[in-house]
């Protein structure tokens, strides 16, 4: 069975600081690993996917994700945040069988500060 | 394109109605997946249809239950409702099924039930 662990439940940074939002699986098969972000009031929006090769993906609005195979991680990064990156990230994991079936975390709620 | 519509926005019902909630999906796409989203639970697997059939379902009690047209349109019905089925339901399509395939999400529907 798959599993998804996001460590912060919240994550407040100040306008053009830096962040990480971290996410760790389990799974004892290969998987694919996704970042979606959803705004207030809407639905979820694919931020970036990794499938496989370059360990390092990048995705829409700037944002980055590290895929860790030895750690079972694959964090998000961004280098420099604005008040329009304020929404809630979900890591997902979903194995090669269906897309459907892909395993959310519990989502980090990323409050930028001015 | 046009994205995902889900249909109505907003519900409010009583316990022991039933409801009815409709999902179009990007012109093409053939899966149709839904999704229950409550703050205690997170996001959650309802089932997953292709073609007009059920290809997956999650663990949900048999009140959930959904069909697709043949034009891929979706609708999910829940019968005898439950305080506890106040959500936002999220309706997804994806023009495949393979386990890398990305989501595309509607804004929801929020149900309330009193």
């Known amino acids: 069975a798959q599993s998804v662990t996001q460590l912060d439940s919240q994550v407040p940074v100040f306008e053009e600081a830096p962040v990480e939002l971290r996410c760790n699986y389990s799974?004892?098969?290969?998987?694919?690993l996704f970042w979606y972000v959803q705004y207030p009031n809407q639905g979820l929006q694919l931020l970036l996917k990794?499938?496989?090769?370059?360990?390092l993906v990048k995705g829409i609005n700037g944002f980055e994700a590290e895929f860790n195979k030895s750690q079972t991680s694959f964090h998000l990064r961004k280098p420099s945040v604005h008040i329009s990156d304020t929404a809630e990230y979900f890591c997902?994991?979903?194995?090669?069988?269906?897309?459907?079936?892909?395993?959310f975390g519990s989502g980090t709620r990323l409050s930028i500060r001015p | 394109k046009a994205g995902v519509t889900q249909t109505p926005r907003y519900l409010i019902k009583t316990r022991g109605q039933q409801v009815t909630l409709s999902c179009s999906p990007i012109s093409g796409h053939r899966s149709v997946s839904w999704y229950q989203q409550t703050p205690g639970q997170g996001l959650q697997f309802l089932f997953e249809?292709?073609?007009?059939?059920?290809?997956n379902k999650g663990n949900f009690p048999g009140r959930f239950s959904g069909r697709q047209f043949s034009n891929s349109r979706s609708e999910m019905n829940v019968s005898t409702l439950e305080l506890g089925d106040s959500a936002l339901y999220l309706c997804?399509?994806?023009?495949?099924?393979?386990?890398?395939?990305?989501?595309?999400f509607g804004n929801g529907t929020r149900l309330t039930v009193t």
């Open positions: 997902a994991v979903s194995d090669t069988g269906s897309a459907s079936k892909i395993i």
């Open positions: 990794y499938l496989s090769g370059s360990t």
């Open positions: 799974s004892s098969v290969s998987v694919y």
């Open positions: 997804a399509s994806s023009s495949e099924t393979g386990g890398g395939t990305p989501l595309h």
């Open positions: 249809y292709f073609s007009e059939t059920q290809r």
